[in-house]
């Protein structure tokens, strides 16, 4: 199988496609620059399910202004909870999924977020990319949050042949060195909201098009 990998190394990719989304302003560069805490980093991800960074970060940053805790967002009522999510997809499955969660991080982990991938998938609704994510991001894990900007970009350049999300991280996590893994989720999102989108990928204009074999585009 063809692959970008046989001509260029994992630093030089994920640097390449970092420059390329910042200097296209990526939203997810350029937008989540106010999660602070692992709390807030872990909300906005099962928020952002199905919904765009621009969406997500308005309604986050909404949020964040009243609920600075698991506590707070378990005191809250359900209907002014589904006022504040209005705008992401399925805000109201999100405002019950959120009190579940802010439950159990208070009954279970003392109202902190727990930086272990077992715990925190043991969360309502928190998957294996969410949970990586967070990981990643809010805790400088070296774990790879396979998304499907990942897991489309990571086949289109022939790095990996799968079919789920989940495939792909298992193949990534024995590819990519260790210390790179935690750059894969921000590089990739990023190359993926402005170059290599799902549809109509921007190839003419890609830094990376004299080495990608392009599969299925
Ligand atoms: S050449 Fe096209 S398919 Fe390959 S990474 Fe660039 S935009 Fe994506």
Known sequence: MKSILDHLGWEEILRVMREEGERRKAPVLTLKGFLKTP?????????????????????????????KNPQDLMEISVERLEELLYGVGFYRVKARRLRAIAR?????????????FGDLTSLQGVGIKTANVVLAHAFGKDVIGVDTHVHRISNRMGIVKTKTPEQTEKELMKIVPKGLRKRVNSSFVAFGQTVCRPVRPLCDECPLNQWCPKIGT
Not at 48 to 54: I, P, V
Not at 104 to 116: A, I, K, M, T
């Open 39 to 67: 709390f807030q980093h872990l909300i906005f991800a099962v928020l952002s399910s199905r919904t765009r960074d621009e969406q997500t970060a308005r309604v986050a940053g909404r949020l964040f202004r009243e609920v």
């Open 104 to 116: 159990q991080l208070v009954e279970r982990y003392g109202g902190e977020v727990p930086s272990d």
